[in-house]
T-cell receptor, first 113, second 113 residues
Framework: NAGVTQTPKFRVLKTGQSMTLLCAQD?????MYWYRQDPGMGLRLIHYSVGEGTTAKGEVPDGYNVSRLKKQNFLLGLESAAPSQTSVYFC????????????FGDGTRLSIL | GEDVEQSLFLSVREGDSSVINCTYTDSSSTYLYWYKQEPGAGLQLLTYIFSNMDMKQDQRLTVLLNKKDKHLSLRIADTQTGDSAIYFCAETLTTDSWGKFQFGAGTQVVVTP
């Protein structure tokens, strides 16, 4: 069972570059989320989606965009990368409500130089 | 505000019991979760408890919930070196229609021989 798969696993960018992180889930989950994890701060929600074609802002959405064109995929874009966006990014999904258990990918480690 | 608080570090000897504590703020939370994160990996759901329960046991894991004090704990019996990880407490916030997750900052558990 693949569960939640994130690509790439690692990436180094220069300030100002753009990139897209891909999240794919094979559990037919409606809800999907993007979090960032920084030392001592736990997980902070960037954006989320409650179904195909929907997106919404989380706690820290600035500098990021998302799209959910297909139910199984949730893309996170960095339009113009900044050093403050150096972090570990996690994608998660849940069946039909955010209160349901969330299943996580293994993360993408992103460094912005 | 809506904060979930955990102590940042716990050291325990192999074979002893570990107790990880968490306090939360939303008295209307429906589910409270414990996740485990091993180095370089995503968050793995360990267990969860519904708010109308006081205790839940699952093999070596015991979850205790004190709703009056908004206190949640995770006890790991016979702690092993494989239990070394970061443990996250999370509550679901029912004030939002979609039931947002709120994570604590995580407790680093180090198991020594």
């Amino acid at each position: 069972n693949a569960g939640v798969t994130q690509t790439p696993k690692f990436r180094v960018l220069k300030t100002g570059q753009s990139m897209t992180l891909l999240c794919a889930q094979d559990m037919n989950h409606e809800y999907m989320y993007w979090y960032r994890q920084d030392p001592g701060m736990g997980l902070r929600l960037i954006h989320y989606s409650v179904g195909e074609g929907t997106t919404a802002k989380g706690e820290v959405p600035d500098g990021y965009n998302v799209s959910r064109l297909k139910k199984q995929n949730f893309l996170l874009g960095l339009e113009s990368a900044a050093p403050s966006q150096t972090s570990v990014y996690f994608c998660a999904s849940s069946l039909d409500r955010a209160s349901q258990p969330q299943h996580f990918g293994d993360g993408t480690r992103l460094s912005i130089l | 505000g809506e904060d979930v608080e955990q102590s940042l570090f716990l050291s325990v000897r192999e074979g002893d019991s570990s107790v990880i504590n968490c306090t939360y703020t939303d008295s209307s939370s429906t589910y409270l979760y414990w996740y485990k994160q091993e180095p370089g990996a995503g968050l793995q759901l360990l267990t969860y408890i519904f708010s109308n329960m006081d205790m839940k046991q699952d093999q070596r894991l015991t979850v205790l919930l004190n709703k009056k004090d908004k206190h949640l704990s995770l006890r790991i019996a016979d702690t092993q070196t494989g239990d070394s990880a970061i443990y996250f407490c999370a509550e679901t916030l029912t004030t939002d229609s979609w039931g947002k997750f709120q994570f604590g900052a995580g407790t680093q558990v180090v198991v020594t021989p």
